[in-house]
């Protein structure tokens, strides 16, 4: 009994500060967005919801932040799971590719973006490829084409810290189940998508939450080269409860900001029941 409380009494400090910093003012935030914002914060509410949604600025911003995500996320999925099998088994400067997979990751942004700036820019390294592949110079920090440096800026950004998580899984499955499946004739692939796959489930699911989770924070990135207002192509939605913010809009920021987490919620449920069921089956 005298543990258990001594457990609580190193617990408390850290539950307090979770308390005081996210649950309450999570909760009070969905009574703000039910308000007017007024003096009296008068009672209105899903009225706030209702015109936040017939928004076309919000909508833009919302399409666009799910777009990129469902782009980016898969992307880092699929590539940080090969590059992992990759360098699953010992191999000659193993290390050094690990660290150079993971240094972006660890880098400030404001390095990486001076780093991109540089690449992307009109006579940088990647119109001077194309300059001499025979094609025209595009103007990748402007428009439309700004989506290819912010995806793949995201994408360099996240894909280290995923492949060593991936290569901690993979180095736990037996590599009895590889050889046996060796013996019966199974190439590459095949072991990779009935052996691997499922034995890394778990770990699979957290890369593919940890992924969409970074993809919903690449406003950063998006705001420094494109500014507060950039094309409409890469309006997030983040944008749109910065620029909220900026104007005093509080009503709408915390309406905005709660629409989108329930379908980031509601997003999480449908993989962790595809998980579940994965699970089921497999078993």
Same mark, same amino acid.
């Given at each position: 009994?005298?543990?258990?409380?001594? *457990?609580?009494?190193?617990?408390?400090?850290?539950?307090?500060?979770?308390?005081?910093?996210?649950?309450?003012?999570?909760?009070?935030?969905? #009574?703000?967005?039910?308000?007017?914002?007024?003096?009296?914060?008068?009672?209105?509410?899903?009225?706030?919801?209702?015109?936040?949604?017939?928004?076309?600025?919000?909508?833009?911003?919302?399409?666009?932040?799910? &777009?990129?995500?469902?782009?980016?996320?898969?992307?880092?999925?699929?590539?940080?799971?090969?590059?992992?099998? =990759?360098?699953?088994?010992?191999?000659?400067?193993?290390?050094?590719?690990?660290?150079?997979?993971? =240094?972006?990751?660890?880098?400030?942004?404001?390095? =990486?973006?001076?780093?991109?700036? @540089? *690449?992307?820019?009109?006579?940088?390294? $990647?119109?001077?490829?194309? *300059?001499?592949?025979?094609?025209?110079? $595009?103007? #990748?920090?402007?428009?439309?084409?700004?989506? /290819?440096?912010?995806?793949?800026?995201?994408? #360099?950004?996240?894909?280290?810290?995923?492949? $060593?998580?991936?290569?901690?899984?993979?180095?736990?499955? +037996? &590599?009895?189940?590889?050889?046996?499946?060796?013996?019966?004739?199974?190439?590459?692939?095949?072991?990779?998508?009935?052996?691997?796959?499922?034995?890394?489930? +778990?770990?699979?699911?957290?890369?593919? *939450?940890?992924?969409?989770?970074?993809?919903?924070?690449?406003?950063? &990135?998006?705001?420094?080269?494109?500014?507060?207002? +950039?094309?409409?192509?890469? %309006?997030? @939605?983040?944008?749109?409860?910065?620029?909220?913010?900026?104007?005093?809009?509080?009503?709408? /920021?915390?309406?905005?900001? %709660?629409?989108?987490?329930?379908?980031?919620?509601?997003?999480?449920? @449908?993989? %962790?029941?595809?998980?579940?069921?994965?699970?089921?089956?497999?078993?």
């Amino acid at each position: 009994m005298f543990r258990k409380r001594s *457990v609580w009494l190193y617990l408390l400090p850290g539950m307090i500060g979770l308390l005081a910093f996210y649950l309450v003012p999570f909760v009070w935030g969905i #009574w703000f967005s039910l308000t007017d914002g007024s003096i009296d914060n008068n009672f209105v509410g899903f009225a706030n919801y209702q015109r936040v949604w017939q928004n076309e600025v919000f909508r833009l911003g919302l399409k666009n932040t799910i &777009e990129l995500s469902l782009l980016c996320a898969p992307v880092i999925f699929v590539l940080s799971f090969l590059l992992a099998g =990759m360098l699953r088994k010992p191999i000659a400067g193993g290390g050094f590719f690990r660290n150079a997979l993971l =240094m972006p990751y660890l880098m400030p942004s404001s390095a =990486m973006l001076i780093i991109w700036l @540089l *690449v992307f820019d009109y006579g940088g390294v $990647v119109n001077r490829l194309l *300059v001499a592949l025979g094609q025209g110079r $595009v103007f #990748w920090l402007e428009g439309g084409a700004l989506r /290819v440096p912010i995806v793949l800026l995201y994408i #360099w950004k996240n894909l280290g810290f995923s492949v $060593v998580i991936f290569t901690a899984a993979l180095q736990a499955v +037996p &590599e009895s189940l590889y050889e046996y499946a060796s013996l019966e004739g199974a190439g590459w692939l095949r072991r990779e998508i009935s052996i691997t796959l499922p034995q890394v489930l +778990p770990t699979a699911f957290l890369v593919l *939450v940890l992924a969409i989770v970074n993809a919903f924070k690449i406003f950063k &990135e998006v705001y420094f080269i494109g500014g507060a207002y +950039p094309d409409q192509s890469i %309006y997030t @939605l983040q944008h749109y409860m910065n620029n909220k913010f900026s104007k005093l809009d509080y009503q709408d /920021v915390t309406t905005a900001a %709660y629409s989108f987490a329930v379908i980031v919620i509601a997003l999480f449920l @449908l993989m %962790y029941r595809t998980k579940s069921v994965r699970q089921g089956e497999a078993a």
